[in-house]
């Protein structure tokens, strides 16, 4: 099977402007969650998706959202960009609510300037 | 609140010695508990998990790791280091809350280094 694929791999936007990343769980995953890397914060969880319904959300500002397709695939947003946003956007996903382990992609590298 | 802690920044070790990665947890409830490395320019990659049963839980490519809830400890471990074994090593927490939500608190992670 092919494993979690995140789109795209890298981008650089300027402050202000708004981004939208892409997640595409391995094939039968429904559960699909996101984490924020930072040198600065370590790994810090954003949220979490299942048949297209959030079931759980990080602490972070109303500027990230994110949403599930009928498809599983997610997408994460995040507007009026600030530098500390600058970080590797990682997607997670595993087949359902019952499985224990997550599989993650090779996550969004994120620069703002 | 619910934690995880990993003491040390990087651990040092000699391709062929045995090596340890620590990890401490502070969770209400069972907990349930994971490894994950990561390689540069990676995401995360899945080592082993303890749900339940036996302490000693045994992972990929020959890691394993023991479980004490005494101790409130869950360190990583291998015989027999490599020196592709050198990445970074995430410890994580599964938090309670809805049932079976997948949200992960991790480690700050450690640094293997493994030398010829």
């Known amino acids: 099977k092919a494993g979690v694929t995140q789109t795209p791999r890298y981008l650089i936007k300027t402050r202000g402007q708004q981004v939208t990343l892409s997640c595409s769980p391995i094939?039968?995953?429904?559960?699909v969650s996101w984490y924020q890397q930072t040198p600065g914060q370590g790994l810090q969880f954003l949220f979490e998706?299942?048949?297209?319904?959030?079931?759980n959300k990080g602490n972070f500002p109303g500027r990230f959202s994110g949403r599930q397709f009928s498809n599983s695939r997610s997408e994460m947003n995040v507007s009026t960009l600030e530098l500390g946003d600058s970080a590797l956007y990682l997607c997670?996903?595993?087949?359902?609510?019952?499985?224990?382990?997550?599989?993650f992609g090779p996550g969004t590298r994120l620069t703002v300037t | 609140a619910q934690s995880v802690a990993q003491p040390e920044d990087q651990v040092n070790v000699a391709e062929g010695n045995p090596l340890t990665v620590k990890c401490t947890y502070s969770?209400?409830?069972?907990?349930?508990l994971f490894w994950y490395v990561q390689y540069p320019n990676r995401g995360l990659q899945f080592l082993l998990k303890?749900?339940?049963?036996?302490?000693l839980v045994k992972g990929s490519y020959g890691f394993e790791a023991e479980f004490n809830k005494s101790q409130t400890s869950f360190h990583l471990k291998k015989p027999s280091a490599l020196v592709s074994d050198s990445a970074l090593y995430f410890c994580?927490?599964?938090?309670?809350?809805?049932?079976?939500?997948?949200?992960?608190?991790f480690g700050q992670g450690t640094t293997l280094q493994v030398k010829p």
């Open positions: 997670a996903s595993r087949p359902g609510t019952v499985a224990y382990e997550q599989y």
């Open positions: 094939s039968g995953h429904r559960s």
């Open positions: 998706y299942f048949s297209e319904t959030q079931r």
């Open positions: 969770v209400s409830g069972n907990p349930y």
């Open positions: 303890y749900i339940t049963g036996d302490n």
């Open positions: 994580a927490v599964r938090v309670g809350g809805p049932s079976n939500t997948g949200k992960l608190i």
